[in-house]
Each structure stands twice: as C-alpha cells, then as structure tokens.
C-alpha cells in the first residue's frame, strides 16, 4: 500500500494545495493520499493565522471531492508544535506495511536540512518535492547537495504549480479582490460566511483612493506580505499600512479631513502626503496601532532607525511590481534578501536621482541615508 502525506498550514487551503495531491497521487500510484492541517507548524509559530478549526474545516471541504484523499486532524488534536518526524512516526506505526511518501514544495526543500530530525523523516518516508512557478530551484544542485548530507534521493512531481499563495489570499480577502482563481467555492464561502481574514480599516481607506491606487497599495501589501516571516513582520499591520498609506494622496489641502492638520516645518510637496495621510488615518479613520502610523508615516522620505514594518512600507511602495526605473529589479532582489542594504542602496538612486531632476531633498531622506552608511561601517 503507498500512501502520501501532505502537512500544511493550509490558511487557507488554495487551488494548487488540491491540483499538487491530485499529481502526486497519480505519478506515485497511491492509494491514498492524507492530508494534514497543522496546530502550529514549527515555522510559523508566533504568527495570527485562523484557528485550527476553521483551517481543518476549509481543507476539508476542499479535498471533499478529490478521490483516495483522507483529511485528518491528527496534528490538530494533538495541540502542539507540528513536528513531521512525529506525525511520519505515527502513520509508521499505523501502516506498518505501507509505503510512505512525504511531500513539499520546492520552496521548502533548501529549509529541509534545518527541520527537526530530518534523518528520521527520511527513515520513515520518501521526501516528494512539487514544484511551483517561480520557485528556481536547480534540482541537480540540490540532489547532489541532498545526497552528500543524507545519502538518500528525493523525488520530484512532473508538475510545475502556479504561483499561488495562501499569504496572497489573505491580501487579497481583506482588500475584497475576487478569491475565484484562487480558492474553491466552498472555502471561499466559509471564509465569508465565518469573516475571515478581515482587516478592520481597510475597506474605510477606500473611498479615499482611485481605482489605480488601490490597484498600487495591493500590490504593495502582495509584495511586503511576501516578506513578513522572513523579517518576523505582523500581515495584518502590513496590510493595514498598505491601505492607508496613500489615502491622502490625491486629498486637497481644504478637505475637511484636514482642517485639524498642521506642519511645524516645509517639507517638499511629494513628501506632504505621508504626514496627512497618517493624519487622517489616526483623526479620522480612528487608527491607533503607532507601528501603522509610523509606516504611513514615513513611506515616502524615509528617517533615520525605522522600524522593521516601515522599511518594508517604504520599499515595497517603491518597488511593487507596477514601478519601473533603471535599478528596480536588483532593488527587488535585495528587498527579499537584505532589507538594509535594499533600503541604503533604494536611499542612494533616490537621492541620485533628485539632485540629477534639481528636485528638492527632504533633510530626513539625507538623515536616513547617512545613518544607514554609519551603520554599515561598524
């Protein structure tokens, strides 16, 4: 008997959850395919996701109609820390015959070698890799890296997923963006039947934002949502920032929005519309989170020592995948590898190119340039 087993969060379960098991049940010839929500998987720990419940139930519904395939809520009731090696032990001793096969996506397979007991997993299961678009992963590199640690191979599905996230079906959930080519019906119906995935704020900026602006602050909250493990970022702060940080862009200065606002000091016209916006967003939207605010805050000239979500509001704003200048794309690999240095150099061609237009250079654009190359010295 050949049984495959697929752990996940699964915040929710999407499309290429479902077409990966179909895949893998085929190329393997298993009879049986488990699928299994975590509690709180090892890498997410610390992170708001939906509850256990809600998760099980939406892959549930989900998997409903894929034949051969079993939810399970083992890992859910066992209330702790999802180890695979555990769960693998389990079914092990469950099948004692069965052929187990563990399967991943390729995004996961260069952080397999830091998983607890890795070595156990590969005694009790053939580790299954599915690949996805735009995960470049060389598998001959990684086979040969593979093989010199663990002396085992892994398997590769014949089948290349889109670039679907459940990450980017959150964003888009709690901007209220179609979730139909994203998720299936019936999640999609629990998930707005339960409100999941809601960001309180986030529809009030609306009203405040043409059709193009919206369409920008999305992509900004896809582009830093992308980035919010990597740099321990919280979603729900990135997606709220996101939303508000243009919402007075295009507000005149005698909208009654802004008759309590005030500026101690002249600041360039383009940089004007960071601090009415956080204006508006604390005085009249009712905000509160100062993290928030401070990204909004600060989006367009930067300041010296940011925090981390501010960086992120800064840089994706000016590197989302609807800007195009000389530089943007090895800005945008830097933003996913090394927020300091993307943030110094992005510092750097801004100001570059202000002097170049004769423009004029806000002092706290200056000040945060100069503290970031004070830094990198020590």
Not at 103 to 127: C, H, Q, R
Not at 194 to 204: C, F, I, Q, T
Request: with cysteine; hydrophobic share 40%; aromatic share 10%.
């Amino acid at each position: 008997m050949k049984i495959a087993i697929f752990g996940g969060t699964f915040d929710p379960v999407h499309v290429e959850h479902i077409n990966i098991v179909k895949a893998a049940k085929a190329q393997l010839g298993a009879d049986k395919v488990i699928v299994l929500p975590a509690f709180v998987p090892p890498h997410k720990q610390g992170k708001e996701i939906a509850s256990p419940a809600d998760r099980l139930e939406m892959t549930r519904r989900a998997f409903e109609s894929v034949k051969g395939c079993e939810v399970s809520a083992y890992e859910i009731n066992a209330k702790s820390t999802s180890f695979t090696y555990l769960t693998l032990e389990y079914y092990k001793n469950k099948f004692p015959d069965a052929e187990l096969y563990f399967l991943v996506g390729s995004d996961m397979l260069k952080d397999f070698y830091n998983w607890k007991n890795p070595e156990t997993i590969l005694s009790l299961a053939e580790l299954v890799v599915c690949n996805r678009e735009g995960d470049k992963v060389n598998f001959a590199v990684e086979a040969l890296r593979f093989f010199a640690r663990f002396k085992k191979k892994f398997r590769v599905i014949e089948y290349v997923g889109r670039n679907v996230s459940s990450t980017k079906a959150r964003v888009l959930c709690a901007f209220g963006e179609d979730l139909k080519p994203y998720l299936c019906e019936d999640v999609i119906d629990y998930i707005e039947a339960n409100k999941l995935y809601r960001v309180d704020g986030v529809k009030d900026c609306f009203r405040y934002l043409k059709p193009s602006r919206r369409n920008h602050s999305l992509r900004l909250a896809l582009m830093a949502g992308d980035v919010a493990a990597k740099y321990r970022l919280e979603e729900r702060k990135i997606i709220l920032a996101a939303a508000l940080h243009d919402v007075a862009k295009n507000m005149p200065p005698d909208a009654p929005e802004l008759a309590g606002f005030s500026m101690e000091e002249e600041v360039p016209p383009p940089v004007l519309h960071q601090f009415t916006g956080a204006y508006v967003a604390e005085h009249v939207l009712g905000v509160t989170d100062a993290d928030v605010l401070g990204a909004v805050r600060w989006h367009t000239s930067a300041k010296p020592n940011m925090t981390e979500l501010e960086k992120a509001i800064y840089l994706a704003d000016m590197l989302e995948p609807g800007r195009d200048f000389r530089g943007v794309e090895s800005l945008r690999k830097l933003f996913y590898t090394d927020l300091d240095a993307c943030l110094l150099e992005s510092l750097r061609l801004q100001i570059k190119y202000l002097k170049r237009q004769k423009g004029e250079i806000y002092h706290l654009t200056l000040e945060a340039y100069q503290f970031l190359k004070e830094r990198k010295k020590t």
